[in-house]
């Protein structure tokens, strides 16, 4: 599976709204997958991703928020020590991603400027076990 970094914390966070219809159906189907099998290989990676493919905010094969979404990803890079091109586990990924930035003010640092961070803050910390490897 591919994964851009900041979608390491979007999917720990995600409660089921999404831009449209489409787009959460895919969230849905994307963590089931996840949850019944953390030991899914994620390889890290810059511009789109498996994610991003039933966004709406894709026109004519590019990100029209761009700009942000790739200082979200050098944030969660440098805040994890994760390079681009990295494959790891989901839960490996998933916990780092967690204690280095959901659990720290580096999550507001990193996501104070998403549209969605109002509702990440007030959601649960993730659903990733801290005993998963």
């Known amino acids: 599976?591919?994964?851009?970094?900041?979608?390491?914390?979007?999917?720990?966070?995600?409660?089921?709204?999404?831009?449209?219809?489409a787009f959460a159906a895919g969230m849905d189907a994307l963590i089931c997958r996840l949850k019944a099998r953390p030991d899914t290989a994620v390889t890290l990676v810059e511009g789109r991703d498996d994610i991003c493919a039933a966004c709406p905010h894709i026109a004519g094969g590019r990100c029209d928020s761009e700009e942000k979404v790739n200082r979200l990803d050098r944030g969660v890079l440098e805040a994890c020590g994760f390079s681009a091109g990295e494959t790891r586990s989901w839960s490996v990924l998933a916990r780092e991603a967690r204690e280095q930035v959901l659990e720290k003010d580096t999550f507001g640092k990193i996501c104070g400027c998403c549209e969605w961070f109002g509702l990440c803050r007030n959601t649960r910390e993730g659903w990733i076990d801290a005993k998963d490897k």
């Open 1 to 21: 599976m591919k994964m851009r970094p900041h979608h390491l914390l979007c999917v720990q966070k995600y409660t089921g709204h999404g831009y449209d219809d």
